[in-house]
């Protein structure tokens, strides 16, 4: 298994933005679809992201869609989530994972993701 570490969160008023990054240990990270997920308070756990193994597919949920970036450096192990234009709403713990299966696009479904991280808090302030 892929071990996810996330980091970036913090405090940030409504239209700012955070760039979160998870570093993944292992020399197989590359052969893995990525994906963003996101807990607020009160509310099960949801899909943001994810991005394919080469990084040549991406996925957004529609409520960050124009917002959000996802990429990755295979190089560095890492995968990022660029926020931009956040509201109060995205506001919630945010998860990093890894794809159960090699060389897959990522999909929107937690079931498909098999690594996860500890997660990250991002508060957007009003």
């Known amino acids: 298994q892929v071990q996810l570490v996330e980091s970036g969160g913090g405090l940030v008023q409504a239209g700012g933005s955070l760039r979160l990054s998870c570093a993944a240990s292992?020399?197989?990270?590359?052969?893995?679809?990525m994906g963003w997920f996101r807990q607020a308070p009160g509310k099960e756990r949801e899909f943001v992201s994810t991005?394919?193994?080469?990084?040549?597919?991406?996925r957004y949920a529609d409520s960050v869609k124009g917002r959000f970036t996802i990429s990755r450096d295979n190089a560095k192990n890492t995968v990022y989530l660029q926020m931009n234009s956040l509201k109060v709403e995205d506001t919630a713990v945010y998860y990093c994972?890894?794809?159960?299966?090699?060389?897959?696009?990522?999909?929107?479904?937690?079931?498909?993701?098999?690594?996860w991280g500890q997660g990250t808090q991002v508060t957007v302030s009003s």
């Open positions: 994972a890894a794809a159960r299966s090699v060389y897959s696009s990522g999909t929107s479904s937690q079931h498909d993701f098999g690594s």
């Open positions: 292992g020399s197989t990270f590359s052969k893995y679809a």
């Open positions: 991005i394919s193994w080469s990084g040549g597919s991406t």
